[in-house]
C-alpha cells in the first residue's frame, strides 16, 4: 500500500503552473492524512478561493472537496462543507451540501474531528489574505482559517490542500515557499496544519487523498470521468470562474478538464493491488515485440503466465514464442479482452488512448522494468540522469570484474531487465534507467540508486525540466533507511532531492570537496564515502567523465569494495 500512494503523491505533483512545487510536497503526508482519516466521524471540509477580477470563486477547490466529501460519506463519516457567504451557491450547485459559513464558535459547538481545508485563502505573515499575483483579497474572505489556528485546542486534527503557497497548511512549508514561489515573500500562509499535500493543482491534491484512501480501504471511491465533468460544468454554469482565464469555463488554472480526467484515470489503476503476486496462469498481454517485448514474454512463460503478444508493426515471432497469441498492425483492446495485466515496453507511451483504455477496464499496465523486478525483486544499482547512465554501469560492470566479482548491466538503450533476468547467474544487476522507464514504476525500488545530471531533453513528452526532476525521483521512491542514493551536488535541482530520502545520501562533484562521496579538485579524484580522510583515486588521462566514474566508484563501494581496493582497480581503468 505505501507504494502504491508514495506513486500518487509523486503523480499529484505535476507542475503546470512552474512553481517548483515537487520540492514543497511532503513526503508520506497523503497517506498519513488518509489514516487519519479513516479514523475520524466528523469531518469539515472548506474550499472557495475569490478571483478578484472576476469577484467570483475559481474552479480550483469546491469539485476536490465535493469528491472528498463523498468519498468520506461513503466511508460512514459525516461530512459538511464551509466557504465564504457569497461562494454558498457554487456548493448548492454542485450538491455539496450542507454548507456553512464562518462562525467564531464552530469548534465548540460542532464536534468535528477532521478539519480539511482544499484551495483555501490563509493569512499571510501580515494577517493579510493575497492571491498569486500578490494582490490583496482580504475584502472577498471569511476567516475561515482561524478555525485551523484553533483546531489543535479542541484536540481537531487538521489537513490543508494547496497548490500555490497562500493555502491553509502551507504553513508548514513557509520556507520553501518564500524561497520557490513568486511573491512567496509576500503570500506566504502562516496557518500550517497537521498533514499538507502539496499538489500541481489544489483539485488534484483532493483526488489524491481520495486515491490513497481508496487503497487503504480496497474501495475505488474515485469520481468517474463523467462525474467530475458534470460537477465541472455545474460549476460553471453557477458562475465559477477558471483562476487564470477570469471566464466561468470548465478548465482550471488554465488546464482543459480533460487533462485532469486523466489524470484521476491514471491513479485509478493504482487501486489494485500487485498482479505479480502470483504469476502462475495469470494472463498477460505484452505491449511490443521488440527486445524488450520478447524478454519479458519470455520471463513471464518461465514464471508460468499465459501470454499474448501485440505489435504495432510487422515482425516475426521467435519460434519459442510461436505458441503465444499475437496480434500485428496495431494495438485493439479487443486482442486484450479477458487479460490480468498488460506489460508495455518503455517506447509505448502510457498516455496513448490504447493504455489508456486499458486503465478504464480495470486492467493494470505496467512497465516491463516494472514488471521483471516485480517477478524477481533482484538487488539493483540504479542509474539515471539526462546523459552518463549508460557509459555509469558499463564502467562499474568493470570495476565490479576487476574486483572478482561478475556484474551484469543493462537497461536503457541495452539489455533489458528482462532478459538479464532470464540469464543463469544471479547476483546485482547494474541497471541504467530513463524517464521513460520511471514514468510508471510502482513497487521497484533498487538498493543503490543513482541521478547523475537533469538537462532539459525531452521536453515534448515532460513539458518543463523540474517534471523530468520529478519523474526521476521516482528512482528512489520506495526506498527505505538502509537503501542508499546517490546525488550531484553540482545540481541545485538535485541537492533539493536529498531531503526527500529516508535512506543515506552519498554526493558526487565536479567542483570540490563533498561531506561524504567522492569529488574532484585540482585535476585529481578523491574519495570519502564514510566522511573520514579522503583517498586519491588515479584518473590519469583514463578518457572516462568524472560524474559516472565517481558514480560507478562510490556504488562499488556501496557493494561492499573498499577504498583502497578501489585505489588499486581504478589504474589503467580506461583501457579497453
Known sequence: MRARIASIENIIAQDPGHRKIFFLTQRDHLRLAAL????????????????????????????????????????????????DAHQVHLFKAISAEPVMTFRDDLLERGGFSHLVAVERPARARDGRYYNMRGEDITALVEPIDELFRKAESHNVVTIGIGDGGNEVGMGRVFKGVMEFIQHGQKIASAVLTDYVVV??????????????????????????????????????????????SGLPETSVDGLP??????????????????????????????????TTGIAVARLLLRKGAQVRIS??????????????????????????????????SPGVDPRLPFVRGLWQRGIPVLSEMEAAF???????????????????????????SRLGRSMPFGGNKGK??????????????????????????????????????????????????MEIV??????????????????????????????????????????????RGAWMAGGKIFLSPEGDEATEIPCEENGIPPEPFMVALLSAWCLGADVGELRDVARGLGSP
Open 199 to 244: 499538489s500541481g493543482v489544489s483539485n488534484w491534491g483532493a483526488y489524491g487523498l481520495v486515491a490513497a484512501l481508496s487503497v487503504l480501504t480496497g474501495k475505488d471511491l474515485l469520481p468517474s470521468g463523467d462525474e467530475i465533468r458534470r460537477t465541472m460544468e455545474s460549476l460553471a454554469q453557477a458562475g465559477a470562474v477558471d483562476g487564470v
Open 257 to 290: 478538464l480533460q487533462r485532469t480526467v486523466e489524470l484521476v484515470e491514471e491513479m485509478r489503476w493504482h487501486l489494485l493491488p500487485a498482479p505479480l503476486g502470483r504469476v502462475t496462469g495469470l494472463k498477460v498481454g505484452v505491449i511490443g515485440a521488440g
Open 36 to 83: 487519519s482519516l479513516l479514523g475520524g466521524k466528523r469531518v469539515l471540509i472548506a474550499s472557495g478561493f475569490p478571483i478578484l477580477k472576476a469577484k467570483a470563486g475559481e474552479t480550483d477547490g469546491p469539485p476536490g472537496a465535493l469528491a472528498l466529501g463523498q468519498a468520506l460519506r461513503r466511508l460512514g463519516k459525516e461530512v459538511s462543507y464551509i466557504t
Open 416 to 465: 533489458p531487465l528482462s532478459e538479464l533476468l532470464l540469464e543463469e547467474e544471479k547476483g546485482p544487476i547494474a541497471l541504467a534507467v530513463s524517464s521513460f522507464q520511471l514514468e510508471s514504476v510502482l513497487h521497484f525500488r533498487p538498493h543503490i540508486a543513482a541521478i547523475l545530471n537533469v538537462l532539459p531533453l525531452h521536453l515534448d513528452r515532460h513539458g518543463d525540466p
Open 374 to 400: 516485480e517477478m524477481e525483486r533482484p538487488q539493483l544499482v540504479a542509474v539515471t540522469g539526462s546523459v552518463g547512465k549508460r557509459t555509469t554501469v558499463e564502467l562499474l560492470s568493470r570495476i565490479m
Open 470 to 515: 520529478r519523474t526521476k525521483s521516482r528512482v528512489f521512491m520506495n526506498q527505505g533507511p538502509e537503501d542508499i542514493l546517490i546525488l550531484n551536488r553540482d545540481e541545485p535541482n538535485l541537492r533539493l532531492l536529498e531531503g526527500r530520502h529516508w535512506g543515506e545520501t552519498l554526493w558526487i562533484s565536479a567542483k570540490g570537496r563533498v561531506e
Open 311 to 344: 505489435e504495432k508493426g510487422e515482425v516475426s515471432i521467435p519460434g519459442d514464442l510461436s505458441h503465444c497469441p499475437v496480434e500485428m498492425g496495431g494495438h485493439t483492446l479487443q486482442f486484450m479482452e479477458g487479460v490480468d495485466l498488460v506489460v508495455r
